[in-house]
């Protein structure tokens, strides 16, 4: 299994909150990416990061912000947390090139009430 | 911005059956095709990618095929068994590095 943590696992929020959610990982991929997970919705991409400090926004980037410090950690945060963004948040990474394989983390659920 | 269907929806088969999935997409300026199984409550686990220029990708029962420019891709699983039992997703990878996932196919294998 690729090396991809994401934490926290399972988190319980209020509205209008911060969040910050932390993908992990071991491969010293270049690229990483956020993904949430609806039903009927299927995977959409939030934002993606191509190298440190470099990103990028996807399909439903309003109302959250990313960070890349470090190759291997990229943040997701939720700067006031709205019901509509509660889902399960997915972290990916692939090596990027012609091949381009993505693996994903485990997931955290996220309930904002 | 690329579409992705997947037909079916969900599909129950009895053990053993070989079965095939679809997956369409609209864009067919793709650099590479990924198929994946995710088990409820589960992330995402890598079964297949056939990039642009291959035809055809194997691995054990599995079998995926893409014809870019007609923009299809199916995924064929030989003699099923109970552990197929999961949702199979298709993402094609497109310029600007995104790639863009259906909505799956629930498949169901009833021993």
């Known amino acids: 299994d690729a090396g991809i943590t994401q934490s926290p696992r399972h988190k319980v929020t209020e509205t209008g909150t911060p969040v910050t959610l932390r993908c992990h990982q071991t491969?010293?991929?270049?690229?990483m990416y956020w993904y949430r997970q609806d039903p009927g919705h299927g995977l959409r991409l939030i934002h993606y990061?191509?190298?440190?400090?470099?990103?990028d926004k996807g399909e439903v980037s309003d109302g959250y912000s990313v960070s890349r410090s470090k190759t291997e950690d990229f943040l997701l945060t939720l700067e006031s947390a709205t019901s509509s963004q509660t889902s399960v948040y997915f972290c990916?990474?692939?090596?990027?090139?012609?091949?381009?394989?993505?693996?994903f983390g485990p997931g955290t659920r996220l309930t904002v009430l | 911005k690329q579409e992705v269907t997947q037909i079916p929806a969900a599909l129950s088969v009895p053990e053993g059956e070989n079965l095939v999935l679809n997956c369409s997409f609209t864009?067919?300026?793709?650099?590479?095709l990924q198929w994946f199984r995710q088990d409820p409550g589960k992330g995402l686990t890598s079964l297949l990618l056939?990039?642009?220029?291959?035809r055809e990708q194997t691995s054990g029962r599995l079998n995926a095929s893409l014809d870019k420019s007609s923009g299809r891709s199916t995924l064929y699983i030989a003699a099923s068994q109970p552990g197929d039992s999961a949702t199979y997703l298709c993402?094609?990878?497109?310029?600007?590095?995104?790639?863009?996932f259906g909505t799956g196919t629930s498949l169901t294998v009833i021993p």
């Open positions: 990916a990474i692939s090596a990027g090139g012609s091949y381009n394989e993505q693996f």
């Open positions: 864009d067919s300026a793709i650099y590479n």
């Open positions: 993402a094609p990878w497109n310029t600007g590095n995104q790639f863009y």
């Open positions: 990061s191509y190298g440190v400090k470099d990103t």
């Open positions: 056939i990039q642009s220029s291959q």
């Open positions: 491969e010293n991929h270049r690229y």
